[in-house]
């Protein structure tokens, strides 16, 4: 792969690319093949710097449809050894708790949180993402300060599972052109697809994922997307006062995703006995404070605000987990609650630190 320091542009690659940005900036769709061809322009260096971060840019302007979203998806899993190499069993469940967009109000790390509730309830959980690039700190930047090694083989990553019941994979281990494109994303330091491919390639493909979103708009792409990919079920959700991972704000937008139909729903959270959370009760200042709020809640200490949040997310990853039937948020509520009352959460996290040294 051409590292981007290096690239030396030439008429002829320049002059390969140029009609496709043509047809971007008209506002032409990408087709499966426009997608395959893109991505392995980036992991052949055919594309020059300049280009790639015209293209990026000219994507997110235009938006990008359930149909463009799942060919780039597509595309990219095509190039993971760990896709061919795992043996996962399509019956058996597999989920994924993530958030996608800017939290610029930089709120601790939720999703991690939820992802060892819900692994501590007996849902396996493979959490996909990477160190952060556009974001103030990335769920492998906190996991590091925990103590978390996050360098390890396929198999290893793969053993987790059944061993410990959790897992984290790193989108830059799996994806090397996560690494090459990342100096050009921090210069851009705009949201790009690639913070959609940071959420939605997880190469193990789970059966079931909560996805937290900050754009309202990107509910219906995201929940037709998962369907597309064959997602089993998922709740894909946005509070109307848009912040990542949902925050116990006055309502929240639910898509409910089951074989393979939709379901939109709106949570007054207050009505499922969780106090609405002012943006400062969940604000933090660096990763280190946050790994510390992390291990609080974890271990059934933090703020009340603290608690409710990471209970609700948890709740939701325990319904398509299955161990709580989709719709039923109270009870699944209360399983959280116990298990971050009990340290299980925390005990989960220590269990995972063991394994991965």
Not at 4 to 24: G, I, M
Not at 27 to 43: D, N, R
Not at 195 to 221: D, F
Request: charged share 15%.
């Amino acid at each position: 792969m051409t590292n981007f320091a290096t690239y030396v542009a030439t008429p002829e690659k320049v002059l390969l690319w140029s009609e496709f940005v043509e047809e971007l900036i008209e506002g032409q769709s990408l087709s499966h093949s426009q997608a395959t061809k893109l991505m392995q322009g980036w992991y052949d260096g055919t594309i020059p710097p300049m280009l790639t971060g015209a293209i990026l840019t000219i994507l997110q302007m235009k938006g990008l449809t359930a149909e463009e979203l799942t060919n780039t998806i597509q595309s990219l899993l095509s190039y993971s050894s760990l896709l061919t190499a795992t043996s996962q069993n399509k019956s058996s469940l597999l989920s994924d708790i993530c958030y996608i967009g800017e939290d610029r109000n930089s709120s601790f790390t939720i999703s991690i949180a939820v992802a060892f509730v819900a692994a501590a309830a007996g849902v396996p959980v493979a959490k996909y993402g990477d160190n952060s690039v556009s974001r103030c700190a990335g769920f492998a930047d906190l996991l590091e300060v925990l103590g978390v090694n996050l360098q390890n083989t396929i198999d290893k990553i793969q053993a987790a599972i059944p061993e410990v019941g959790i897992t984290f994979l790193l989108a830059s281990s799996v994806y090397p052109i996560f690494k090459t494109l990342a100096p050009l994303r921090q210069v851009i330091q705009v949201e790009t697809v690639f913070n959609l491919l940071g959420s939605l390639a997880n190469p193990l493909r789970p059966t079931g994922q909560v996805i937290i979103l900050t754009k309202t708009h990107l509910l219906k792409i995201i929940t037709q997307t998962l369907r597309k990919l064959g997602t089993q079920q998922a709740i894909v959700l946005c509070e109307r006062e848009q912040l990542n991972e949902a925050r116990l704000a006055q309502i929240t937008d639910l898509a409910i995703l089951f074989n393979g139909q939709v379901h939109i729903e709106n949570l007054k959270l207050q009505e499922l006995g969780l106090q609405f959370a002012p943006m400062r009760s969940l604000e933090w200042g660096n990763v280190q404070d946050n790994a510390e709020i992390l291990r609080s809640v974890l271990q059934g200490r933090g703020t009340q605000a603290q608690q409710d949040v990471v209970t609700f997310n948890a709740a939701l990853a325990l319904q398509v987990g299955g161990v709580v039937p989709l719709g039923n948020h109270a009870y699944g509520i209360c399983i959280a609650k116990e298990i971050l009352r009990s340290g299980a959460a925390w005990s989960k996290l220590e269990e995972l630190i063991k394994f991965f040294k």
